[in-house]
Structures are given as C-alpha cells and as structure tokens.
C-alpha cells in the first residue's frame, strides 16, 4: 500500500512540475525532467518536485510511517522512450543516473542531495549546505529551503549576480522622473523590457536604492514557471514576505497577521478579511490542484485600496518581476492598478521578456524601458570590475567578446574562468557555456521542435548568416525558409541585419548561435559544412561574398584539408597584400596546424614546407630578422629541402636565415649566404630573385665598411626590383625589395657627403612608399629616412620622419622598426638642443635590444654618448664607446668606426686634456678608417678636429 501511494504521488507531482516518472524494478522511483523536450529551470522543478513528495510524506498522519531519500543530478544520459506521443522514458542510463543514485545512497531519511552542476542550475536562492559523501566520494548540497525563494530586487538581497552595474542611465533617468510624479500622488507603471540575463532585475535593485532613501515601502511579486497556473501565487508569495510569514503557518496565525494588517489600514471588513485569506491560501506552495480563479468577492479591489492605504503612509513601490511567467490573475491585477489607481504614491515596476505578453503590458505603461545589450565600453567596464588579477589580456577580451553585452553571460563567463583559471579557455569549445545558461538557451531552442534544423544549419554558417544561403542548403522552398526565420526572429533567436543588404540575419547572442553548433551531431554538422562550403564555391556570384578563410573554415569542418588549404593560402595572400600580416601569419598557422595531418610523408612535407615559406615573411614583418621564431621558421623550412636544390623556394630559406643572421651581427656567415643566393639567382636570371640577391650583397658590403661597393650593390637591386612583381615581393621577402635598396642608398649618400643624391633618393624613397599602401614599407623607410637625416644633423626633417615611422609601428606593432623611430627621435630632439631626449634614446635601444637585433648598435650608442658629453658625463660617455668599439671589432662593422673613434676622442679630451696623446691617436684612427671606408662626413668632422690640435702636423695627403 506504501509503494502504492509512494508512485502515485510521485506521478501526480511528476506531472505537475513537468517530469515523467519511471518505475524502477527494485521499486525505486526515478523522475526525469528535460526529456523529450528541455525546458527552462528543469533543475528547479526537479528539487521542487522532491520538495512537495519529502514534504507529503513527512507531514502523513496514517500509520505507515515512511523515510525518503532523494537524490537529484544534472547532466547527459541515456534515455529509451516508450512508444505513443508521450514518449515517456522506459528505461534511463548513463552517468547522471550513477550520479544521482550515489546521492540518493548518501541521503539521510527525508533529506535532499543535489549534486554541485545541479546547484549551479538554480536561479533561486534555495538555502543548502554542503556534505561530504561517504567513501571519499565527493561532495554535495543538501537542499533546506521548502518554501518559495525570495525576490533578488530587494535593496538589501544577497545576490552574485547583482555585483556590479553598468550603463543603463537613460532607463535609470526614466525611473527617477517617474519616481518624481508618484511621489507627487501620480501613480506610474513602468514596463522594464528584456531579454533573458539583459539586467532587468539589477536596474530595479539600482533603482531601488535610490528609492529607499525616501523611505518606500518595497513589494516584491516575482514570477514562477512553476507556478502559472496558482491564481496570485506571485501576490502571494509577495505577501507572505512583507507580512513576515515563513514557511508553512497555521489558519489561525496567517488570520490574525491579515487582521491586524487591515486594521492598521482601515480596511477591516469581512470582505476584504476573506479576500486576502483567501489569495494568501490559493497561492501557498501546497495548493493542489492549481486553479484558474479563486473563490473571493472582487480580491483585485482589496489589493489595490491595501496599496492605496500604504501610499498613505509612505511611498510604495510594487514590484512585479518576471510578468511573462505570471499567473492570469496576478496579470489581470497589474491591468486593474493601472486603470484604477489615482491619487497614489504608487509606482508599479513590471519586468517582463520580449513577447505578446510584453506588448499588451506597455499598452497600460506610462513609460517602457526597452533595455538592450550593453556597448562595447560599458561591456569591458563591467568586466574589469569582475576580471582576476592574473587573467591575461587574450582571456579578458575572449570574455567581453563570447559575452555579447549581455551582463549576466559576462559574470557567469567571468566566474566560471575565475574557478577554472586558464584551463577553462583552452577547454572544448561547449564548456564555454555556463551550465546555468546552457538551460535558458537550450530550452529556447527545443521549443522550436523540428523547426529548429534549420536553426542548427544556420548556426553552422555562422552568427551571421545570408538567407539565400541558407535556402540553397536546407533545399527548401524560399517561402518556407523565410516562414521559419521569422518565427525564430519571434522567439528573440534570430533578429535581421539592417546595416546590410536585405534578407541578411544575425544570431540575438554568440551563445545562441554555439549552442545551436553544438546541438548538431557530428555526422550531420560535418555534412552542413560540406554543403556550405559547396554553395559558396559552386555559384559564388549568386551567393553572399564569403571571405577564403570563411570558405577554408567550412571545408576542414567537412573534412575536405586540401580545399581548405587552398583557400586559407588565399587567405593569407590577400591579407599580405592589405599588409594585414598578423591576419596572414594567423592563416599560414592554420594551414600548418592542417598539414601536419596529411598522410603522404612526401605531400606532407612539401606543404609544410610551402607554408613555412608564406609563413616566414610575416613573422619577420611583425617580429623582426633577429627574432627566435624567424630563425626558427627558416630552419624547419630547410631542414625539408634538399641541400642541392636550387629553387626559388631555397632561396627564400636563405633569405629568411641570413636576415636572422644579419641583424644578429654574424655578418661573415650573412656574406656566405648572400653569396651563395647571388650565385643561384644568377643561374635563374628571374628580376625578383636578382633583386634580392643584390640587396643582401649591398647589406653586407655597407656595414663592413665597403660603402662604394654596397651603393653598386643597392643601384642593381633597385633596377631590378623595378621589373619584380611587387605582390611576389611582399609574399616572398615582405617588403618592397627597392624600398629596401633604396632606404640603405639613403645611408650610402649621407655617410658619404653626396647631399644631391641623398636629396633626390630620399624624395623618391617617400613617394614610392606612400604609393604602396603597404604600411610596414611605410614604417621602414620611414625609419631609414629619419637616421640617414640624423646623420647629416637635419633634425627637424629627421624627426618628422621617425614621428611618422613610430605612428605606424604603433599601429602595426612593428617591435624593431618602433625601437629604432624612438632612437631617431631622441636623436632629432637632443640635435635640436632638447638636453633631456637621452632617456628616449636609451629606452629605445633597449627596446631595440629585446627583439634580439643589435646590429644598429654602433650609430645609437655613438648618439648615447654624445649626449652623455653634452652633460659633461665624459667618463660614463667613454666606458660606452669602448665597449661598442669592441663589439664592431668582433662582429666586423666598420660603417660607423670611424664616428666612434672622433667622439671617443673628443670623451678623452674632456676626461683629460687635448694634448693628452691618446687624442690625437684617436682622431688619426678616426681619419684613416674614413678613408677606408669613404665615409666623407666623418672624414670631416675629424679633419677639422685634427687642425684643431696643438701643434698638429699638416697630412701630407688626405
């Protein structure tokens, strides 16, 4: 007979929260919720359900006497349905059955365990405690609330979700003018309109604050899903709150706190004393079963002169939260108070979702506030409010972004990445999602039934989505899909685009549209895939433009890796032409990370190889020659050729290590490698390589000192890059080769005194970099510029153009070339007689130093120096030129000795005297490296140094 009432009360309440029952055969009786179709709060109705059976059984009079043990668990299982249109479950398996059970054993009689993703489900503020399990098992949360949870608008409630607040000040100024008018006896409804998570309930709690300091009286009616069918169960409960009634209380004490309360009010008739026992009973969480009306004589007149009555004495302001989840009688209230309430401090606060619900309301409101999601400001505002100190800048921005200005996806996003650390980034792409939004979402989403496949193919061509597309490949009459679209549209799934083209749509939320994806099996995701991906390349003209790494995208989801790396070379190409080369080296990556899964040892090995190729300009671009990951590129590119290949594509293999080399100063073993590039580019006889056979030649030639031998060198360079396609220069060696050239002719001419020549290939420099629109040309040559005018003691020009070289590295992030611009400009300012620019100069170089290059060492240290002079820092000035002298004496750069040798003289002269013997031994060395090398500019300045000495022998010939 126990077991008997035990499965009828289990199917009754079952029923009653949404459940199926399934009967065990040990006698256990299972309630599933979610199945077939996931509903919103599943998790509550479950505890709720187990509440009202643990509560039945605990409060039974006869004398079976009965100790339940409850256990509830919150995840995927295995469910065989019976047959017939109720589908109830036979028989349920899996791992949250295990878990379930396992609570259910650690249960004490009459006790409720809940696992922890169970807990993480709940919206309301059910009170628990945490237990340990037996066994090691783990832990849980006994469940100890059995009465309805309260509201979280309160002023004082506890609530995570309110802990921070942003934006919103149009709808808070709204509120406070309405504020105004009730508290001058105009009573206001305001419709507070949103979506789930948009921060309805935070608006009013700000509000509410506000409000307090005016001594309102606060009633709270929140809505239940649970409960739409009790008549005032929302008022109910509201009540019961303000009057200080707990839990379940006697007839005679709930009589006796009604009384006293209509009796403070003037309202102490039998009518109104019936009305309110009579709401107070039918919204009770044991009112069983739920009706649609009460039995009472006009309630809806007693609850407004009740309000009436408070106004009276302070200004009240109702609260009606989550109206789409009311009761009709407790809707048909909200009507009555706006068309019966006058001469009221009385404001109506009524918050509801989008919907028809949600259009009739603000036809009774004053004033509506449709809240919308937060901007990109208020969105990092918000979260640098809730963001962990040791959360990287990547983890913060994927946090703002996946949360899409929603406030309640930031902070469960936030809190979840703050209990998980970085692990929870780098975790499957589904775990993104909040379990506690995962239940909102997904019951949105299963109520569509079988509309919703084409919810989940639009899902997997992205959060924007075209609607020509779309019917290509759902193969559906376009009448149908447009049908489909606009019932998701009005569910708040879907919205259209109305900055773009017509018949253009956008996911609501980035969660909507991941969730969608992963409701896809994969059988069928990788076939919606291949079908986009057919579409977009099959009839491009007649499909929305797609962009190749979309394209790429949709092909390795297909499991098509050849097609897909066809298009994201197209990809980085076209980013490379744009000099978007973060893009490109992220699409070359890509491709790598593809190829290395290709099974032909022979196909794999030449693709990764094609790859690193693409790959290596980018890196130096953004990294610079001297990086790791340059040199590291370039060896793994080579260490895939053979040592007797003699292709365009070694060439670029040795391009890429001699520019790591080069910039490191190994300039011997950079000269081979260029020799060896000049002797092969010869054979092929092809402009491009010619070109940058030449450049390297001249590169090595200027900073050995050979400045005669490197303006050659640069003159053929610059011939042939002018029959070079520039797009295979920009792909294959990342600048512009005559650029390059040109820049060191730029240096050539200055350091050897041809004014004339610098003037017109620094005119012709600037004009061909702006003309390429290319920016990282723009920065370099800019660079070259600034120095070849420092140089020659232009310091306005000088710093003109390191100005505009740091703008673009700034812009860019281009490490080395920012590092130089800052050299440069300390240079231009200190020769402008800015004494203070040597911390510039010196932050520059360290900068310079960091991206691993030193080969600029030599002119930025003798500028260091002469500004240390300039402060009569002659000791602190000679230990620096010392030790640069020994660092161009190892790695053999001679282009700037001879400057080094003056100013050292000049460092000894002031440490000394001018007649001490080491000066004019330096200024003889200085003379005689210029002539080496044919710097005529500093040939000069030591020549006229030289006359200046005591007793100075005139050269014989100079």
């Known amino acids: ?73 919150s ?44 807990r993480s489900l709940f919206r309301s503020n059910f009170e628990y405690r945490q237990v340990q399990l037996s066994d090691g098992a783990g832990i849980a949360f006994e469940v100890l609330q059995s009465i309805a949870p309260p509201s979280t608008t309160l002023p004082n409630a506890r609530d995570k979700s309110l802990s921070a607040f942003a934006g ?30 948009i921060g309805k309930s935070r608006l009013i709690h700000t509000f509410l604050q506000k409000a307090g300091s005016d001594q309102a009286l606060v009633l709270n009616f929140s ?72 039995s009472a004589e006009a309630p809806l007149q007693t609850l407004k002169d009740c309000f009436h009555q408070l106004s009276q004495i302070h200004p009240v302001v109702l609260v009606f939260e989550d109206a789409h989840w009311m009761d009709s009688s407790s809707l048909e209230l909200i009507a009555y108070l706006a068309e019966t309430l006058t001469k009221s401090r009385v404001l109506t606060l009524v918050s509801t979702r989008p919907g028809p619900g949600a259009t009739e309301l603000a036809d009774l409101a004053d004033s509506t506030c449709r809240m919308q999601q937060l901007t990109r400001e208020q969105t990092r505002f918000l979260a640098s409010q809730l963001r962990p100190r040791d959360m990287t800048d990547a983890h913060y921005e994927h946090v703002v972004r996946k949360s899409d200005g929603i406030p309640l996806f930031l902070e469960e996003l936030m809190n979840i990445a703050i209990d998980r650390g970085g692990d929870f980034f780098e975790e499957r792409r589904e775990t993104l999602i909040p379990a506690s939004l995962r239940e909102t979402l997904a019951a949105r989403i299963s109520h569509l039934g079988n509309d919703k496949d084409l919810l989940l193919m639009a899902s997997a061509i992205g959060g924007k989505f075209d609607q020509k597309l779309l019917t290509d490949i759902a193969g559906l009459p376009g009448k149908a899909v447009k049908k489909h679209l606009a019932a998701f549209q009005k569910s708040g799934l879907i919205f259209p685009r109305e900055d773009e083209e017509k018949n253009q749509y956008e996911f609501k939320h980035g969660l909507v549209q991941d969730l969608a994806y992963q409701s896809i099996g994969p059988k069928v995701r990788k076939e919606f895939h291949a079908r986009i991906a057919s579409a977009l390349t099959r009839d491009p003209e007649n499909q929305p433009e797609a962009a190749a790494e ?10 098509n890796v050849a097609a897909s790396l066809d298009y994201l070379e197209i990809a980085g190409l076209q980013a490379v032409r744009l000099a978007a080369h973060k893009d490109a080296g992220k699409h070359f990556r890509k491709a790598l990370e593809l190829a290395r899964g290709i099974e032909s040892h022979q196909k794999r090995d030449s693709t990764i190889s094609r790859f690193l190729l693409l790959l290596g300009p980018q890196m130096i671009t953004n990294h610079g020659f001297a990086s790791e990951e340059v040199q590291e590129v370039y060896s793994k590119a080579r260490t895939l050729k053979k040592p007797q290949d003699r292709s365009s594509e070694n060439l670029q293999m040795i391009w890429g290590l001699w520019g790591a080399h080069m910039v490191k100063a190994d300039i011997t073993f950079a000269q081979e490698l260029s020799a060896d590039f000049l002797e092969i580019a010869l054979q092929l006889q092809t402009a491009l390589e010619l070109a940058a056979g030449h450049y390297m030649t001249g590169v090595g030639a200027f900073y050995v000192g050979d400045l005669q031998g490197a303006e050659k060198a640069f003159l053929a360079a610059v011939s042939d890059a002018e029959r070079a396609d520039f797009e295979d220069m920009v792909t294959n060696y990342s600048l512009d080769l005559g650029i390059l050239a040109r820049s060191y002719l730029c240096w050539c001419y200055a350091l050897t005194d041809q004014p004339r020549k610098l003037q017109a290939v ?48 700034g812009n860019q992030d281009f490490a080395q070339q920012a590092a130089q611009a800052a050299i440069n400009l300390g240079r231009a300012r200190f020769n402008s007689g800015d004494t203070s620019a040597l911390p510039l100069m010196e932050k520059g170089l360290e900068d310079y130093l960091s991206t691993g290059a030193i080969l600029a060492r030599p002119y930025a240290e003798a500028w260091i120096a002469e500004a240390l002079l300039e402060k009569n820092d002659a000791k602190g000035a000679l230990v620096k030129l010392n030790d640069v002298r020994r660092f161009t004496e190892t790695t053999g750069e001679a282009y700037f000795d001879a400057e080094l040798m003056r100013l050292s003289a000049v460092a000894t002269t002031q440490l000394h005297s001018a007649e001490h013997p080491q000066v004019r031994k330096l200024l003889e060395e200085s003379v005689a490296i210029a002539q080496q090398t044919g710097a005529e500019l500093h040939l000069n300045t030591s020549i006229a140094l030289l006359r200046a000495q005591p007793a100075l022998k005139k050269p014989d010939k100079i």
């Open 550 to 559: 979309v394209i790429a995208h949709h092909f390795e989801q297909a499991g």
């Open 1 to 73: 007979m126990l077991f008997a009432k035990l499965g009828t009360i289990c199917a009754v309440t079952a029923s009653e929260f949404g459940g199926k029952l399934v009967n065990l055969p040990n006698g256990q009786k299972l309630l599933v919720f979610g199945v077939p179709v996931l509903k919103e709060l599943d998790a509550e109705r479950a505890v709720l359900a187990a509440q009202k059976i643990l509560r039945i059984f605990k409060n039974d009079d006869s004398t079976f006497q009965a100790q339940l043990r409850c256990g509830i668990a």
């Open 223 to 294: 809505g239940s899903v649970h409960h739409r069918r009790t008549p005032f169960f929302p008022v109910a409960q509201g009540l019961y709150s303000f009057l200080g009634l707990k839990g379940l209380q006697s007839p005679s004490l709930i009589g006796s706190v009604v009384q006293t309360l209509l009796v403070d009010l003037k309202l102490d008739t039998p009518r109104n004393n019936a009305n309110l026992r009579a709401i107070l009973k039918s919204g009770g969480l044991d009112s069983h079963p739920p009706q649609e009306k009460i």
């Open 762 to 809: 620094s005119e012709e420099l600037e004009q061909m970099a702006s003309d390429s629109d290319h920016a990282f040309c723009q920065a370099f040559s800019s660079c070259f510029l600034a120095t070849a005018n420092n140089f020659c003691g232009k310091s306005a020009d000088a710093q003109r153009h390191a100005l505009k070289a740091m703008e673009l590295c």
């Open 75 to 118: 995840g995927v299982g295995f469910v065989v349905p019976s047959e017939g249109p109720s589908l109830s479950p036979q028989d349920v398996s899996g791992k949250v059955f295990d878990e379930a059970s396992l609570l259910e054993k650690n249960a004490c009689g009459n006790t409720l365990l809940v696992s922890g993703n169970t």
């Open 168 to 197: 919103r000040t149009n709808e808070l100024k709204t509120l406070r003018l309405n504020w105004s008018a009730v508290k001058d006896d105009k009573p206001q409804l305001i419709l507070i309109e949103g979506d789930p998570g």
